[in-house]
């Protein structure tokens, strides 16, 4: 199984992105799947997440700005970004806990993708 994600660049403050992350392989079910980023010289965070259902979460400080979905027939996740401010700027990371046809079920991360606000 692979996440592959992509969709970073560099965005003026105020700017949007929109980050897509696709799941790939022996693939029988997707839980929760959720975008994670590591700003320099600070820890991972999370972001925000998405269950199969549809329900999403958010920190507190991307509330109203971001919004993730999913398209479950395309294993795939989406992260979008409005209003983008240079505290915005790291390295974003999809992450999925992923079951295979034999009910085995791990986490599995994409290969992270620079987004970079400029003020």
């Known amino acids: 199984v692979q996440l592959q994600a992509s969709g970073g660049g560099l965005v003026q403050a105020g700017g949007s992105l929109r980050l897509s992350c696709a799941a790939s392989?022996?693939?029988?079910?997707?839980?929760?799947m959720g975008w994670y980023r590591q700003a320099p010289g600070k820890q991972r965070e999370l972001v925000g997440g998405i269950t199969s259902g549809g329900y999403t979460n958010y920190i507190d400080s991307v509330k109203g700005r971001f919004t993730i979905s999913r398209d479950n027939a395309k294993n795939t996740v989406y992260l979008q970004m409005n209003n983008l401010k240079p505290e915005d700027t790291a390295v974003y990371y999809c992450?999925?806990?992923?079951?295979?046809?034999?009910?085995?079920?791990?986490?599995?991360w994409g290969q992270g993708t620079l987004v970079t606000v400029s003020s």
């Open positions: 392989g022996s693939i029988f079910s997707i839980n929760i």
């Open positions: 992450n999925a806990y992923i079951r295979d046809p034999w009910s085995r079920g791990y986490d599995y």
